[in-house]
C-alpha cells in the first residue's frame, strides 16, 4: 500500500526542483544568440528599426541578437515561421501593422494572430508620407487632386507588394480621395522607392524612417503626412488632413511576438532589454531623425501589444473587406 505521506514528500521534492531548475535556467538566458525575424528586405524601414534595436539590446542580453529576413507574403512567411519554431526564447518576431490586417487580406491563413503568439511589447510608431517623382506637375495636394482625378486610372500608386503598410495606405488614400488609381506593387520598399526616384510611378505612400532621406534631398516631392498633427522633424509639412481628407490617420506601429509557449522568463528578460534599448541616448536620437516615436509605457507590455492588435484588427477588418483586394 503506498504510504501518503511518502507520496506527498515525493511531489513536493519534485516540485522544488522543476521550481530551482526553472530558476536557474531564467537566470542563466540567454546562453546563445537569439534571433529576431524580420519580414522584409534588408534595408526596409522594419529591418532598420530591428538592427537598431537588436545591437542595442544586445548589451543588456549579453549575447548577440541576430536579424533575419524572411521575406515574401506581406509578412506571412515570417510570421509563420516563427509560430512553428521552438518556444525556447530564442526566436523573436518584430512586425508591423500586417499582423492585424493579415486575417482579412489572407482568406487562408495558416496562423491565428490573437492566438498562436506570445506578445512582448510594442516597438514605434512611424508616421507616413505622400510622395510623388520629382517632376509630377502638382505643387502642393490640392493640384495633386485635381491632376490625380484628370488622370484617373492613369496614376500609378507604388506599394512594396500585397500587405505592406504602403499598400493599405494607398487602399485608404483611393478611397479618401475618390479617385481610381493603378496601384503598382514592388518586392519591397526600396524597389518601390527606387521606382519612384526612376520617375516609373507617380506615387507613393510610406514610412519616414524609408522617405525622409530622399525627402530632405529633394529627390522626390512631398505632398503631405498621414498623421494627425504635424511632424516635428517637418514641422512645414501639412497633414493630409488638413488639406481636405478629414478622418485620415494611419500610422506604421511595430510590435514584438514569440512563438506560443515561450516562457514568461524570456519574455519578461527580452521585454527588459527592449525598453533599456528605447531609452538608449542613441538609439532615441536614430529613431527621432527618423520620424519614427516610441509608445507611451503603457504600450511597451505584453498587454499592451495584445490589446493594440485586438483594436487594429477589428479597425482595418472591414475596411479591407470593402475595398475587395485580397492577397491570396
Known sequence: MTNPGLHAIRQAILIASLVLAGSAWAQS???????LVVP??????????????????????????LVENKTGAG????????????????TFLIHHNGMATAPALYRKLSYKPLADFEYVSQVVDVPMTLVGRK?????????????AKAQGDKTNLAHAGLGAVSHLCGVLLRQA???????????GTGPAMNALLAG?????CDQTTSTTPFIKAGSVKLYGVTTPSRLKTLPETPTLQEQGLKGF????????????????????????????????PTVVQRLTDLGAVIPTDDKLSPEGLRSWLDQETLRYGPVIKAAGQFAD
Open 29 to 35: 538566458y540567454p546562453t546563445k544568440p537569439i534571433t
Open 40 to 65: 522584409f528586405s534588408a534595408g526596409g524601414p522594419t529591418d532598420v528599426v530591428a538592427r537598431l534595436l537588436g545591437a542595442a539590446m544586445g548589451k543588456t542580453l549579453g549575447q548577440t541578437v
Open 75 to 90: 509578412g506571412t512567411i515570417s510570421a509563420t515561421y516563427t509560430a512553428r519554431a521552438t518556444p525556447d526564447g530564442y
Open 135 to 147: 517632376d509630377l506637375p502638382a505643387k502642393d495636394f490640392k493640384e495633386l487632386q485635381a491632376w
Open 177 to 187: 480621395m475618390g479617385v481610381e488609381m493603378t496601384t503598382v506593387p514592388f518586392q
Open 200 to 204: 516609373q510611378v507617380d506615387l507613393l
Open 249 to 280: 490617420q494611419i500610422v506604421v506601429w511595430h510590435g514584438i511576438y514569440a512563438p506560443k509557449g515561450t516562457p514568461k522568463e524570456a519574455i519578461d528578460k527580452f521585454g527588459v532589454a527592449l525598453r533599456a534599448a528605447l531609452k538608449d
